[in-house]
């Protein structure tokens, strides 16, 4: 199954938005797998962001990300890049769809409440930026066969 790192930014921390994302990733049934609260350095935002260096709103998207406590998760599941990011809703919180993290709840195109990674490679290079293998816990959650069919040799 799919891994893939989600940031609740700090305006969705600041507006008490945690529980209500969160519960949007596990009642759709991806297993959280790793979770902590902190503050992320300029170095690490950077890091996080490499792929925007240069944009006229990198170095705002640095501070913001960097401006106060983001709880990060590692999320699994069956898709769960695309899944994740479906549902966060497009980047623009104005433009987002009803029913997305962004679209019920944000306005903003930079204070958009949710990072997620958007491939298979930046998954796995930003889920070791923030987490070493001993803090992902690598559990089988009871309720899978609930979540998925798995009385075949695939889940479906
Ligand atoms: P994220 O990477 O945070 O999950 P995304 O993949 O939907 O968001 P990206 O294009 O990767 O969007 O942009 C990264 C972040 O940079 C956005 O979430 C937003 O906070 C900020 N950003 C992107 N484009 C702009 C812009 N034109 N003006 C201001 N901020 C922007
Ligand atoms: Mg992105």
Not at 1 to 18: G, N, S, Y
Not at 68 to 77: E, F, K, S
Not at 131 to 146: A, G, H, N, Q, V
Request: proline letters at 2%; glycine letters at 8%.
């Amino acid at each position: 199954m799919q891994k893939t790192l989600a940031i609740i930014k700090p305006d969705a921390v600041q507006r008490r938005l945690i529980g209500k994302i969160i519960s949007k990733f596990e009642e759709k049934g991806l297993e959280i797998i790793g979770l902590k609260m902190t503050v992320i350095s300029e170095g690490l935002a950077r890091k996080n962001y490499s792929i925007h260096e240069g944009k006229d709103y990198f170095e705002k998207l640095v501070k913001f990300m960097a401006s106060g406590p983001v709880v990060i998760l590692v999320l699994r599941g069956e898709n769960a890049i695309e899944v994740t990011r479906r549902l966060m809703g497009s980047t623009s919180g104005h433009e987002a769809a009803p029913g997305t993290i962004r679209g019920d709840y944000a306005l903003s195109g930079r204070f958009n409440l949710i990072h997620g990674s958007d491939s298979v490679e930046s998954a796995k290079r930003e889920i070791s930026l923030f987490f070493d293998d001993t803090s992902i816990m690598e559990y089988e959650k009871s309720d899978l066969k609930w979540i998925y069919d798995m009385s075949g040799e695939n889940l479906v």
